[in-house]
């Protein structure tokens, strides 16, 4: 088979906004895949020079169908395809996938024979055997130690000796037959993936000197490097160069260059050896295979704390080894076979194989999450995994618990810059070396003073050398003017259609019930503009008996007409800007006016706000008709949407993409509500909070008494934005250790420099991932560190740093990449890579680069970890959802081939994946499906007095649903309550207050609130899955006869739909071309 696809998402090069990469850095080719960066056309990811030219569909849109077999120029890594990469898997002409039926409640491809008995199979107590024992042999018994992986088969006439304790597992080469060791200590067990043979008895294993080692060493041979890859990748165009900054953009410190010293860890608490050697000391034990089911997170080390303390990194990862005893995530499950594939619960993320006393202060998943949690040594190496390395952060998330320094001397390295944290080593009491760039140096004075403790001498325990989250108050340097005040200008369309929506009053009220919510000080002001086919400004200057209305008509040259009172402080003012939000929808409420004049509204806006900064919250309910940015409609609602031709998802205009980048250089974020049952070309609209560091909204069919559950969740919605935190002037720097760089980011920023967004706002609902290469090997190192740094002005006038920190351990075989691949983080990743695809070649070239993410994937893990190759579609169990997940993401609304679906809809789609925090993202993907007739306190969460039931996630499949029962969808952004046909009685009387089925109302939106147990434990389920999320999701109790069963059923995503197979076909797909 190809291999190929992801290419870029491993390495990249050349140019930047600010100039060409420092960091050329080697990738695999692809001939089709999801790693070259995107245009910056859209979503606003920094790439490379020149976008790969979109080429032929190799996929159908069916089930998929042959091809000519003929690699596309349309690669993800927009060069010619150099080997050993993600590719498409092209089918060769002629040949059509079998179709193969699914059997009712099993995977089992071989039917019993009629007549025959099968034997009964299972694992011997000491290992994981994956093939039956031979009939009638019985094998001699073997002990199972649990520290060891014996991948090949015993040899016969071989009596084994004791084993020793290795220090770490995988090997691959069997003993010489007639060749007897001497004796050694009994190792604690053994993981034997292969069966043992009548008459054979085990020989001892050669201890090798890394974990998981697929090669034991040879006597008097020195092993020998990966070598670097050497082909460079290039594709895309430069990210647009934005105006200078104006104000604090000191930023969180440039990259600098300066003498390091050699990456060894220098004053080591004990040597290696001794640790390795009596820290690890196997205890005998007997293995037992876990059952199918049960999916516990790897175990961590016990480790000796070192006498410096946590910030002691060196010592402690010394002795770091990833022999965990029961090593789950590389279990290998039979796709085929295995059904229950769900945990019962969330999808935990895999913990980093590091000591006890780094893991427990290392940065929260939650916050700083990456695909893969063991880094490879080399590209090359990577290369061979085929999984993509990324990063996902929400760095603005709000914390219940944030240690907050005052510090006048922040201290930093003084070569690269990064912030002191716990990973950091102490040299001595007087110095320190940098995590990153190894420089040793001096800890000033005040640092030796712990403020916690109110001690002196212990740096090491220090509140930032013990948290891998903190924020600091910044001092004068980091600021380049006053830190600006909040300011905050609301932009609203009072077209007939605006009006008509009722969206007005809506807005109007939530402002007056918020205004002292605000998030701000005194020193907060506010400014109003209302928009049709001419502009209207509103003079709130304090002394006024009512606000005046200023109207300027001619929107070819926008201009102010009192640029001293629109903007008024609110505190000052409050009574002027009431009485305006009273008035406002009586105001317009008679208007014939059709047109709308959105883009000099937003000039105007832009002037306004330009010489403070601020925030812009723009409300458009159609497309923008007269003056600069006017578009015309683009969409054909009868053509449907294959795959090669999803049209117009690129900008009709750049007009806003280059406001935006004006907006930014001036600290001015433009937030975008779409409001709207018409087309409005959101592909154009969103580059102004796309590059603006801000945020879209869609309301699709919005209208106040048609739809009553949109305006609820414009409601909720709404006061969230109005009432959360927010940071002005905002700077990210996101930093890696040396020989690691980043070349591809995504969310909504501007790309200043090479590793530097600027965000004019940012807000703790905004998520954003970044893609990494490897470009110098790593094979000195034993951790790597990632560390993100948000400079901000906080509502309240302070400069502040928030400073995330993560540390992973650096590995060197391909097993212990995939035993630390993280699937759901994976999964977002080539998400956002999808986009980019979608946008720069084709919506078909992107189903088809996921498509072959899965294939490589599993194929590398079966050609490169697997010894003895078996039939089915085997899998590590840490990526046994990833072809689901897959799946998941073709029948998305971004991704899918459907005639129904519309194109704001999938533009707006394609905005959440891109920036949506990772455990949002994940509910849009693949949504929870849990039986809820059945509701009880057994295993319920007590949280603040409430008890909340935790029902057991189903597969999303129609073999699920009963009619005797009722099932809850949380779909991230929608809740469907599914009542089946004989549902109990009880519960439609007890819950929804009805006395039959029948009776349930085709359109109903709430549930009662009764006085039942019943009611109670469903209510609490959905307000605890609603506080758990930033938006509001909206309720739909569904029944046959709904008018929205079609839209529950298409979250169904295991079983056949119109723009993909079922989970069946999709793994014998995937299972056929992994096999060619």
Same mark, same amino acid.
């Given at each position: 088979? $190809? $291999?190929?696809g992801?290419?870029?998402?491993?390495?990249?090069?050349?140019?930047?906004?600010? +100039?060409?990469?420092?960091?050329?850095v080697?990738?695999?080719?692809?001939?089709?895949? %999801?790693?070259?960066?995107?245009?910056?056309?859209? #979503?606003?990811? *920094?790439?490379?020079?020149?976008?790969?030219?979109?080429?032929?569909?190799?996929?159908?849109?069916?089930?998929?169908?042959? $091809?000519?077999?003929?690699?596309?120029?349309?690669?993800?890594?927009?060069?010619?395809?150099?080997?050993?990469?993600?590719?498409?898997?092209?089918?060769?002409?002629?040949?059509?996938?079998?179709?193969?039926a699914?059997?009712?409640?099993?995977?089992?491809?071989?039917?019993?024979?009629?007549g025959?008995?099968?034997?009964?199979?299972g694992?011997?107590?000491?290992?994981?055997?994956?093939?039956?024992?031979?009939?009638?042999?019985?094998?001699?018994?073997?002990?199972?130690?649990?520290?060891?992986?014996?991948?090949h088969?015993?040899?016969?006439?071989?009596?084994?000796?004791?084993?020793?304790?290795?220090?770490?597992?995988?090997?691959?080469?069997?003993?010489?037959?007639?060749?007897?060791?001497?004796?050694?200590?009994?190792?604690?067990?053994?993981?034997?993936?292969?069966?043992?043979?009548?008459?054979?008895?085990?020989?001892p294993?050669?201890?090798?000197?890394?974990?998981?080692?697929?090669?034991p060493?040879?006597?008097? /041979?020195?092993?020998?490097?990966?070598?670097?890859?050497?082909?460079?990748?290039?594709?895309?165009?430069?990210?647009?160069?934005?105006? @200078?900054?104006?104000?604090?953009?000191?930023?969180?410190? =440039?990259?600098?260059?300066?003498?390091?010293?050699? @990456?060894?860890?220098? !004053?080591?608490?004990?040597?290696?050896?001794?640790?390795?050697?009596?820290?690890?000391?196997?205890?005998?034990?007997?293995?037992?295979?876990p059952?199918?089911?049960?999916?516990?997170?790897?175990?961590?080390?016990?480790?000796?704390?070192?006498?410096?303390?946590?910030?002691? %990194?060196?010592?402690?990862?010394?002795?770091?080894?990833?022999?965990?005893?029961? =090593?789950?995530?590389?279990?290998?499950?039979?796709? *085929?076979?295995?059904?229950?594939?769900?945990p019962? +619960?969330?999808?935990?993320?895999?913990?980093?194989?590091?000591?006890?006393?780094?893991?427990?202060?290392?940065?929260?998943?939650?916050?700083?999450?990456?695909?893969?949690?063991?880094?490879?040594?080399?590209?090359?190496?990577?290369n061979?995994?085929?999984?993509?390395?990324?990063?996902?952060?929400?760095?603005?998330?709000?914390?219940?618990q944030?240690?907050?320094?005052?510090?006048?001397?922040?201290?930093?390295?003084?070569?690269?810059?990064?912030?002191?944290?716990?990973?950091?080593?102490?040299?001595?009491?007087?110095?320190?070396?940098c !995590?990153?760039?190894?420089?040793?140096?001096?800890?000033?004075?005040?640092?030796?003073?712990n403020?916690?403790?109110?001690?002196?001498?212990?740096?090491?325990?220090?509140?930032?050398?013990?948290?891998?989250?903190?924020?600091?108050?910044?001092?004068?340097?980091?600021?380049?003017?006053?830190?600006?005040?909040?300011?905050?200008?609301?932009?609203?369309?009072?077209?007939? !259609?605006?009006?008509?929506?009722?969206?007005?009053? /809506?807005?109007?009220?939530?402002? *007056?019930?918020?205004?002292?919510?605000?998030?701000?000080?005194?020193?907060?002001?506010?400014?109003?503009?209302?928009?049709?086919?001419?502009?209207?400004?509103?003079?709130?200057?304090?002394?006024?008996?009512?606000?005046?209305?200023?109207?300027?008509?001619?929107?070819?040259?926008?201009?102010?007409?009192?640029?001293?009172?629109?903007?008024?402080?609110?505190s000052?003012?409050?009574?002027?800007?009431?009485?305006?939000?009273?008035?406002?929808p009586?105001?317009?409420?008679?208007?014939?006016?059709?047109?709308?004049?959105?883009?000099?509204a937003?000039?105007?806006?832009?002037?306004?706000?330009?010489?403070?900064?601020?925030?812009?919250?723009?409300?458009?309910?159609?497309?923008?008709?007269?003056?600069?940015?006017?578009?015309?409609?683009?969409?054909?609602?009868?053509?449907?949407?294959?795959?090669?031709?999803?049209?117009?998802? &690129?900008?009709a205009?750049?007009?806003?993409?280059?406001?935006?980048?004006?907006?930014?250089?001036?600290?001015?974020?433009?937030?975008?509500?779409?409001?709207?049952?018409?087309?409005?070309?959101?592909?154009s609209?969103?580059?102004?909070?796309?590059?603006?560091?801000?945020?879209?909204?869609?309301?699709?069919?919005?209208?106040?008494?048609?739809?009553?559950?949109?305006?609820?969740?414009?409601?909720?919605?709404?006061?969230?934005?109005?009432?959360?935190?927010?940071?002005?002037?905002?700077?990210?720097?996101?930093?890696?250790?040396?020989?690691?760089?980043?070349?591809?980011?995504?969310?909504?920023?501007?790309?200043?420099?090479?590793?530097?967004?600027?965000?004019?706002?940012?807000?703790?609902?905004?998520?954003?991932?970044?893609? #990494?290469?490897?470009?110098? &090997?790593l094979?000195?190192?034993?951790?790597?560190?990632?560390?993100?740094?948000?400079?901000?002005?906080?509502?309240?006038?302070?400069?502040?740093?928030?400073?995330?920190?993560?540390?992973?351990?650096?590995v060197?075989?391909?097993?212990?990449?995939?035993?630390?691949?993280?699937?759901?983080?994976?999964?977002?990743?080539?998400?956002?890579?999808?986009?980019?695809?979608?946008?720069?070649?084709?919506?078909?070239?992107?189903r088809?680069?996921?498509?072959?993410a899965?294939?490589?994937?599993?194929?590398?893990?079966?050609?490169?970890?697997?010894?003895?190759?078996?039939?089915?579609? %085997?899998?590590?169990?840490?990526?046994?959802?990833?072809?689901?997940?897959?799946?998941a993401?073709?029948?998305?609304?971004?991704?899918?081939?459907?005639?129904?679906?519309?194109l704001?809809?999938?533009?707006?789609?394609?905005?959440?994946?891109?920036?949506?925090? *990772?455990?949002?993202? #994940?509910? #849009?993907?693949?949504?929870?499906?849990?039986?809820?007739?059945?509701?009880?306190?057994? +295993?319920?969460?007590?949280?603040?007095?409430?008890?909340?039931?935790?029902?057991?996630?189903?597969?999303?499949s129609?073999?699920?649903?009963?009619?005797?029962?009722?099932?809850?969808?949380?779909?991230?952004t929608?809740?469907?309550?599914?009542?089946?046909? &004989?549902? !109990?009685?009880?519960?439609?009387t007890?819950?929804?207050?009805?006395?039959?089925?029948?009776?349930?109302?085709?359109?109903?939106?709430?549930?009662?609130?009764?006085?039942?147990?019943?009611?109670?434990?469903?209510?609490?389920l959905?307000?605890?899955?609603?506080?758990?999320?930033?938006?509001?999701? /909206?309720?739909?109790?569904?029944?046959?006869e709904? @008018?929205?069963?079609?839209?529950?059923?298409?979250?169904?995503?295991?079983?056949?739909?119109?723009?993909?197979?079922?989970?069946?076909?999709?793994?014998?797909?995937?299972?056929?071309?992994?096999?060619?």
């Amino acid at each position: 088979m $190809s $291999s190929g696809g992801f290419a870029a998402q491993n390495g990249a090069g050349g140019s930047y906004t600010n +100039g060409p990469s420092q960091n050329p850095v080697g990738v695999y080719s692809s001939n089709q895949g %999801l790693m070259a960066p995107p245009l910056t056309g859209f #979503m606003n990811s *920094l790439t490379t020079k020149a976008p790969p030219p979109a080429g032929p569909n190799t996929y159908s849109t069916g089930r998929y169908q042959p $091809s000519p077999v003929a690699p596309p120029p349309s690669s993800w890594s927009g060069v010619a395809p150099p080997p050993n990469s993600y590719s498409l898997h092209h089918q060769h002409p002629g040949v059509t996938p079998p179709p193969v039926a699914p059997p009712p409640s099993s995977y089992s491809q071989h039917p019993l024979q009629p007549g025959v008995t099968p034997p009964p199979v299972g694992p011997p107590p000491s290992s994981y055997s994956q093939h039956p024992p031979q009939p009638g042999v019985t094998p001699p018994p073997v002990a199972a130690p649990p520290s060891r992986y014996s991948q090949h088969p015993q040899q016969p006439g071989v009596t084994p000796p004791p084993v020793g304790p290795p220090p770490s597992s995988y090997s691959q080469h069997p003993p010489q037959p007639g060749v007897t060791p001497p004796p050694v200590a009994p190792p604690p067990s053994t993981y034997s993936q292969h069966p043992q043979l009548p008459g054979v008895t085990p020989t001892p294993l050669a201890p090798p000197t890394s974990s998981y080692s697929q090669h034991p060493p040879q006597p008097g /041979v020195t092993p020998t490097p990966l070598a670097p890859p050497t082909s460079s990748w290039s594709g895309g165009t430069p990210a647009p160069v934005a105006p @200078p900054p104006v104000g604090n953009h000191t930023g969180p410190g =440039p990259s600098s260059t300066g003498t390091r010293t050699p @990456p060894v860890f220098q !004053n080591t608490m004990q040597p290696p050896t001794a640790l390795q050697h009596g820290l690890y000391q196997a205890q005998p034990a007997q293995m037992t295979r876990p059952a199918a089911s049960s999916y516990p997170s790897p175990q961590l080390y016990t480790q000796v704390q070192p006498a410096g303390g946590a910030a002691q %990194l060196s010592p402690s990862l010394a002795a770091m080894s990833l022999q965990s005893q029961t =090593p789950e995530a590389l279990r290998v499950v039979n796709l *085929l076979q295995e059904r229950n594939l769900l945990p019962p +619960g969330a999808v935990t993320p895999p913990t980093p194989c590091l000591p006890q006393d780094l893991q427990k202060i290392n940065c929260s998943p939650e916050v700083f999450r990456c695909t893969l949690t063991s880094i490879p040594q080399t590209q090359a190496l990577l290369n061979k995994a085929k999984l993509p390395l990324g990063l996902l952060l929400h760095p603005f998330k709000d914390l219940s618990q944030l240690p907050v320094v005052t510090s006048s001397n922040i201290v930093r390295c003084r070569s690269c810059r990064t912030y002191i944290n716990p990973f950091v080593t102490f040299v001595d009491a007087r110095r320190w070396k940098c !995590n990153l760039c190894h420089r040793v140096n001096d800890v000033p004075e005040e640092f030796m003073y712990n403020p916690v403790s109110r001690s002196y001498g212990a740096p090491h325990k220090r509140p930032e050398v013990q948290n891998a989250t903190i924020e600091f108050i910044a001092p004068s340097e980091y600021m380049l003017r006053p830190p600006q005040p909040a300011v905050y200008l609301f932009v609203l369309d009072v077209s007939h !259609n605006a009006v008509e929506t009722g969206y007005l009053d /809506v807005v109007c009220q939530s402002l *007056l019930e918020n205004l002292d919510s605000l998030p701000g000080d005194s020193r907060t002001k506010i400014g109003f503009i209302t928009f049709d086919s001419t502009i209207h400004f509103y003079n709130l200057q304090e002394g006024l008996s009512q606000p005046q209305m200023l109207v300027v008509s001619d929107i070819d040259d926008v201009f102010l007409p009192t640029p001293d009172s629109l903007l008024v402080n609110l505190s000052e003012c409050k009574e002027l800007v009431q009485d305006l939000l009273t008035g406002l929808p009586q105001m317009f409420s008679r208007t014939m006016e059709t047109q709308s004049g959105l883009g000099p509204a937003l000039q105007a806006g832009f002037k306004l706000l330009s010489p403070t900064g601020g925030r812009i919250s723009v409300f458009q309910t159609q497309l923008p008709t007269v003056g600069i940015g006017a578009l015309k409609p683009r969409e054909d609602p009868g053509q449907k949407a294959h795959a090669k031709e999803v049209q117009h998802l &690129n900008p009709a205009t750049d007009f806003y993409k280059k406001l935006a980048l004006d907006c930014s250089g001036h600290h001015v974020a433009v937030d975008l509500f779409l409001l709207s049952a018409q087309y409005c070309d959101l592909s154009s609209l969103g580059c102004i909070s796309r590059y603006s560091a801000g945020s879209v909204y869609y309301y699709p069919s919005y209208h106040r008494k048609h739809s009553p559950a949109q305006t609820e969740r414009f409601q909720r919605d709404l006061k969230r934005y109005l009432t959360r935190k927010i940071g002005f002037e905002a700077v990210m720097r996101i930093r890696c250790t040396k020989g690691l760089s980043i070349h591809t980011f995504h969310g909504n920023f501007f790309v200043r420099s090479t590793d530097l967004l600027s965000l004019a706002n940012v807000n703790p609902d905004a998520g954003f991932a970044v893609q #990494m290469s490897i470009e110098e &090997n790593l094979l000195d190192l034993q951790a790597v560190s990632f560390q993100a740094a948000l400079l901000y002005t906080s509502s309240k006038g302070e400069r502040r740093i928030r400073v995330h920190t993560l540390c992973l351990p650096v590995v060197n075989s391909l097993s212990d990449i995939f035993a630390g691949a993280d699937v759901q983080a994976i999964t977002a990743l080539l998400a956002s890579m999808a986009v980019d695809r979608s946008v720069t070649a084709s919506l078909g070239d992107a189903r088809d680069a996921l498509i072959n993410a899965a294939i490589d994937s599993l194929s590398s893990f079966r050609s490169s970890v697997l010894s003895v190759q078996q039939p089915g579609l %085997l899998a590590p169990a840490c990526l046994r959802l990833l072809p689901l997940y897959i799946l998941a993401l073709l029948k998305h609304r971004a991704f899918r081939t459907s005639a129904s679906t519309r194109l704001d809809e999938r533009v707006f789609s394609m905005f959440q994946l891109k920036s949506q925090p *990772l455990p949002f993202l #994940m509910l #849009m993907v693949h949504p929870g499906l849990y039986r809820v007739d059945q509701l009880s306190d057994e +295993g319920a969460l007590n949280i603040s007095e409430r008890t909340i039931p935790q029902p057991r996630a189903l597969q999303l499949s129609v073999e699920k649903l009963s009619r005797d029962a009722a099932f809850l969808m949380d779909c991230g952004t929608v809740l469907y309550l599914w009542i089946g046909r &004989n549902c !109990n009685p009880v519960f439609l009387t007890q819950v929804l207050g009805v006395e039959s089925y029948a009776a349930v109302p085709l359109n109903m939106d709430q549930l009662p609130e009764l006085d039942t147990a019943e009611s109670s434990r469903l209510r609490a389920l959905i307000d605890w899955l609603r506080e758990r999320r930033p938006f509001h999701p /909206v309720l739909h109790v569904i029944r046959d006869e709904s @008018p929205r069963k079609a839209e529950f059923l298409q979250y169904l995503i295991e079983d056949l739909s119109e723009s993909a197979l079922s989970y069946y076909e999709f793994l014998l797909h995937l299972q056929q071309q992994i096999s060619k």
